[in-house]
């Protein structure tokens, strides 16, 4: 029943800027926790940037200050502003909902960043 769809992914030069959203369909009665995961072949889905129900947020620290978190509930979407990009950010960046019975995830979008 719940569906989170990432969008915004594509390509941009090193020093871009992109915005991800994660849209979600369906009920979360209550959750935990929001959250962007990025995974690259050969490493595991790390952390990019995470909301907590309460508002406090807390970031890789690769990416604090470049990135930001952010939710609109009236329109049940999590952000994540990504600015000055490196090609080290070039990942498949997923949405992730931490709920009272599960975890559930989008099927994710991919940002590459190259000159």
């Known amino acids: 029943q719940v569906q989170l769809v990432e969008s915004g992914g594509g390509l941009v030069q090193p020093g871009g800027s992109l915005r991800l959203s994660c849209a979600v369909s369906g009920s979360i009665f209550r959750f935990f926790s929001m959250g962007w995961y990025r995974q690259v072949p050969g490493k595991q889905r790390e952390l990019v940037a995470g909301?907590?129900?309460?508002?406090?947020?807390n970031y890789a620290d690769s990416v604090k200050g470049r990135f930001t978190i952010s939710r609109d509930n009236a329109k049940n979407t999590v952000y994540l502003q990504m600015n000055s990009l490196k090609p080290e950010d070039t990942a498949v960046y997923y949405c992730?909902?931490?709920?009272?019975?599960?975890?559930?995830w989008g099927q994710g979008t991919q940002v590459t960043v190259s000159s």
């Open positions: 909301l907590s129900s309460d508002g406090s947020t």
């Open positions: 992730n909902v931490k709920a009272i019975i599960r975890d559930y």
